[in-house]
Structure formats: structure tokens, C-alpha cells
């Protein structure tokens, strides 16, 4: 009952395995693999209730391949390209898991994609990254500015949270209840990200 957004799989798998190792080449490329217990949660709200929707990423088991030019300021992607399949998105019951893929026009565009553009590196005492990202859903292309925490005590790890709108995307939700129940513009896509280099 709401849009997918975030974030993120494939940009942050980039920006993690950015952040945690050094660059001395100009340009290079690497493969990352994403945990099965990695999350990425889209929250919204309607003017009478809550709902989350879960991607399964045990769908993803698949290796990214990343490529990348290390620059002055930023490290630039070229590849780092990840396609959500939007019948993965699971919102906790048959109704509204119809809706959602009902907002996202799943029959006309089955999938979300997310593309890592950028990372600004971050001083050695930091644990912040800014990252660009460009969205797409519903055949709608957005990019956007973000920062997200990276911890390396184990694997590494990205947690952070996107700020979006529906109305970013022309999406438009459903109304239920004789349009009683209507869905909240802005939503937030919540990631959790288990990453390791192979």
C-alpha cells in the first residue's frame, strides 16, 4: 500500500564496500553479496493507521558486480545497478500486499530499480556517508542526496533511512472505504544491510 523507495540494496552495497576499503586505482570493480538477514522496510501511514512492507532479500542471492572511478571528491559508479521484484514486497496480508502492488503498477512495471551514482568519502573518523542515488519506480526516474551509517565491527553494515513521496514517483494510492482511508504522500524506506566482499 505504498511505494518502494529506498535505497537501496545495490547503492548501499556500493557505498559499503566503499567506505570500507582503500582506493588506489583509477578505475576497478568488485563483487558484493547482501545477507539473507538484511531488511529493507517501506513505512507509511494512512489518516487512520500504520503499514510497514518487507523485501525478501533472500531473493537477491545473486552477487553485485560493481565497477567504479575513483575521483578527487567522489567515487563514481557505472554499473551498480540493483532491480527489485516488486512481488517480493511482502505488507502483512493479501489485501493490502494487492494495494501496494496496485500502487506501484506492478502489471505495467514489475519492478523497482535502484542505482548507486556516487559516494563522498568520509574521513577515517567518520561512520556517515553521503551517497546519490537515482530511484526508479512505476517507469518514474528520481534522484536523490542521502547519508547513511556504516559499521565494519563484523561485515559491513548500512543502516539509514529515505525520506520519499509518492507524488515523487506519480503514484497515486489507493483509497479504501468509499475514499475514507486515504495513504500518506511521504514515506520512509528503513535499511538494514549485512554485506560482504567475495
Known amino acids: 500500500m505504498t511505494s518502494m523507495p529506498h535505497i537501496t540494496k545495490t547503492l548501499l552495497l556500493g557505498l559499503i564496500f566503499v567506505y570500507g576499503f582503500t582506493f588506489n586505482d583509477p578505475e576497478r570493480e568488485t563483487k558484493v553479496r547482501v545477507a539473507p538477514d538484511s531488511e529493507v522496510i517501506i513505512a507509511g501511514t ?7 512492507c518487507t523485501y525478501n ?9 560493481l565497477e567504479y572511478d575513483e575521483k578527487s571528491d567522489q567515487i563514481l559508479f557505472r554499473n551498480a545497478e540493483l532491480k527489485l521484484v516488486n512481488d517480493c514486497f511482502d505488507c502483512g496480508g493479501r489485501a493490502i500486499n494487492k494495494d501496494f502492488q ?5 502489471e505495467k512495471h514489475p519492478q523497482v530499480g535502484l542505482k548507486l551514482l556516487y559516494v563522498e568519502p568520509p574521513s577515517a573518523d567518520q561512520s556517515m556517508v553521503d551517497v546519490g542515488v537515482e530511484i ?9 542526496k542521502t547519508e547513511l551509517h556504516c559499521d565494519q565491527s563484523k561485515n559491513i ?5 529515505l525520506t520519499l513521496r509518492l507524488s515523487d514517483f506519480e ?9 475514507m482511508i486515504k495513504v500518506d504522500d511521504e514515506i520512509k524506506v528503513h535499511l538494514t544491510l549485512q554485506m560482504s566482499e567475495i
Request: proline letters at 5%; glycine letters at 6%; hydrophobic letters at 35%.
Open 171 to 179: 503514484l497515486e494510492a489507493p483509497k479504501k472505504m468509499l475514499g
Open 136 to 144: 526508479k519506480i512505476a517507469g518514474v526516474s528520481r534522484t536523490y
Open 102 to 106: 496496485e500502487l506501484l503498477k506492478t
Open 57 to 65: 532479500l533472500q531473493e537477491q542471492e545473486m552477487p553485485i558486480r
Open 157 to 161: 553494515c548500512v543502516n539509514g533511512t
Open 46 to 52: 494512512t489518516n487512520v493507521n500504520e503499514f510497514t
